[in-house]
């Protein structure tokens, strides 16, 4: 007679942990977010081992208020990515919001008519760029370049110099540089478009619609998914992403300034390329997005606190961005090749 054998619940859970602990181990290692992770781990430990000022809290709040800004405009960024397009003028956008918020709030001491007006430049500026690769056909990269121009050029028309605040509200002062419950606020308002937005991407019908568009826009069109205007509302939503962040950096500021948001475009390409969206669209992570940015805010900070050239901040990003290609360009041949 064959006796049957019964786990016992201590093995039973163990054998649970060891999944759980294989489960994170092959996360840590085969993934682009684990492998970003613990890069991101590894610097800190370093800078704590180098700098007696980097885990201090002041600096942690500093470096988190940082790459909240880029985060906020990543976010959109990354839908849009994932979507097959791209937006360069997220840089200017931090130029010329900044001056006419700061106009409108001097003018109406209303902190949320300032608001809205930042977030209408954003919708104006995102329609724009959808026309402009949806209707006219002209190539996002191509487009949207010419937008930064074009709104940076309007920045420099609207003001030929720095517009001050001349209306002195503590909520707007609190927007970049206050806290809540030990929190700055930047913070927290990143942490809330990030929860909505990982959100949307993978619990909704527009987030699967935004990844079969950019896998595959033809199928995705023969199946019902009106792929224009998927495109369409990830252009605006990047912009009034822009838009948000650029409401913040002028809180931190305290002056609309025309030269504001140089090279932000770039750093906000590259974190969410290194995050491991793909450069052609269809695949992407919102979590990878978030890990790149604390990265590369990590490494401009570590700079600092270590009296490194300054000019290794804007390096750093051009590397990113090689480095993200290059990975992105070897994961497309080894599924190609499977």
């Known amino acids: 007679m064959q006796r049957e054998t019964v786990a016992r619940p201590a093995e039973s859970g163990g054998l649970q942990w060891q999944s759980v602990l294989r489960g994170v181990g092959n996360w840590l290692v085969r993934t682009q977010e684990g492998i970003l992770f613990l890069i991101v781990a590894a610097l800190w430990v370093f800078l704590t081992l180098r700098s007696e000022v980097f885990l201090t809290e002041r600096n942690i709040n500093v470096l988190l208020s940082q790459v909240s800004m880029v985060a906020i405009t990543a976010i959109g960024m990354t839908l849009l990515m994932i979507a097959g397009e ?40 995102g329609t724009l760029n959808a026309i402009s690769r949806l209707q006219l056909g002209i190539n996002a990269l191509i487009g949207t370049l010419a937008m930064l121009n074009i709104v940076r050029g309007v920045a420099y028309w609207y003001t030929e110099a720095a517009v001050q605040n001349t209306h002195r509200m503590q909520s707007f002062k609190d927007l970049g540089n206050g806290f809540i419950l030990g929190i700055p606020w930047p913070v ?24 079969a568009v950019g896998g595959n826009q033809r199928a995705a ?31 931190r500021l305290n002056s609309g300034q025309t030269n504001a948001g140089f090279g932000f ?24 997005t978030l890990l790149a940015v604390l990265l590369l805010g990590t490494l401009n900070n570590g700079i600092i606190l270590l009296d490194i050239n300054s000019s290794w901040q804007i390096a750093i990003t051009g590397f990113a961005i090689l480095l993200s290609v290059f990975l992105d360009a070897r994961r497309r041949k080894r599924i190609g090749e499977s």
């Open 221 to 251: 069109e023969l199946a019902g998914v009106r792929a224009k205007l998927v495109k369409w509302l990830c252009f605006v939503l990047v912009s009034m992403l822009a838009a948000l962040s650029a409401i913040i950096l002028l809180s």
């Open 265 to 288: 475009e770039l750093q906000v390409v590259g974190a969410v390329l290194l995050g491991g969206t793909s450069l052609y669209g269809g695949q992407g992570s919102l979590m990878g």
């Open 86 to 125: 791209v937006d360069l003028s997220v840089g200017s956008m931090q130029a010329f919001v900044g001056v006419v918020v700061m106009t409108v709030l001097n003018d109406t001491k209303s902190l949320p008519l300032g608001i809205a007006a930042g977030l209408g430049i954003g919708l104006v500026v």
């Open 188 to 211: 927290v308002i990143f942490f809330s478009v990030f929860i909505i937005f990982y959100f949307v991407l993978t619990r909704t019908t527009f987030g699967r619609y935004v990844l």
